[in-house]
Structure formats: structure tokens, C-alpha cells
């Protein structure tokens, strides 16, 4: 099957959606991904948006970092006050339950438990 015909979800292993499902399990971490969604945020104005402390929304963010949902840079002003932006990584997943059923043949459950 060409690059162009794959369904966009075959792009991703199994580890990657694994990640990506445990990212999407808290509601404050979709939140963010949908004010992102509207535009990228500086650390400061996200947290006063959602509500929660800075140091909490790192946290999140992190998690979504590694499941590379979300991105950071760093810009510096012109009174070279450093500002951390975030924005969201265009993603394209569809759940499936071929989907599922592809992944689930990767999962050692065995591997889990020790970890």
C-alpha cells in the first residue's frame, strides 16, 4: 500500500498509540489540547486558563510531550524576556477496532507488569 492510500492510523506503532491513549486519559490534558487547538499558548496564559498551577500544567504537559501531541519553543522578546510557547502537533488517528485489534498483537502484557 503507497504512503498516500495508508490509512493515517498505520503510521503510528503500537507503543506510539499506547502513549498517545495514556495522554488522552485525563480531561485537563484534552482541555489543553483544545485551547491549542485554537492557538499556541505561553506557559502562563494556559495555566490561568485551565486553572491550575504552573508547575501541575507541566506535568501534563510533559505527558503530552512524549506522546507527541504537543510541542514547546522557547522565544525570546526584545527586552530578552524568555517566554515558553506550546503548541499543538497536527495528528491524525482514527480508532478503529482493526485498530485495536492490530496493536493488542504488539502488547506483552507479561512486560507490563514487570515495568
Do not use: C
Not at 71 to 83: F, L, P, Q, V, W
Request: charged letters at 30%; glycine letters at 2%; proline letters at 3%.
Amino acid at each position: 500500500m503507497s504512503e498516500y492510500n495508508k490509512h493515517p492510523s498505520e503510521s503510528y506503532d503500537s507503543n506510539k498509540i499506547v502513549k498517545i491513549f495514556d495522554a488522552l486519559s485525563h480531561p485537563v490534558r484534552i482541555k489543553i489540547l483544545g485551547i491549542l487547538y485554537e492557538n499556541r499558548q505561553y506557559i502562563s496564559e494556559l495555566a490561568r486558563k485551565i486553572g491550575i498551577s504552573r508547575p501541575l500544567l507541566y506535568i501534563h504537559l510533559r505527558k503530552l510531550e512524549e506522546a507527541e501531541l504537543v510541542k514547546a519553543s522557547m522565544e525570546i522578546s526584545s527586552d530578552g524576556k524568555a517566554t515558553k510557547y506550546y503548541e499543538l502537533i497536527h495528528f491524525d488517528l482514527r480508532l478503529t477496532p482493526q485498530l485495536l485489534h492490530e496493536i493488542s498483537k504488539d502488547i506483552n502484557l507479561e512486560e507490563e507488569k514487570s515495568q
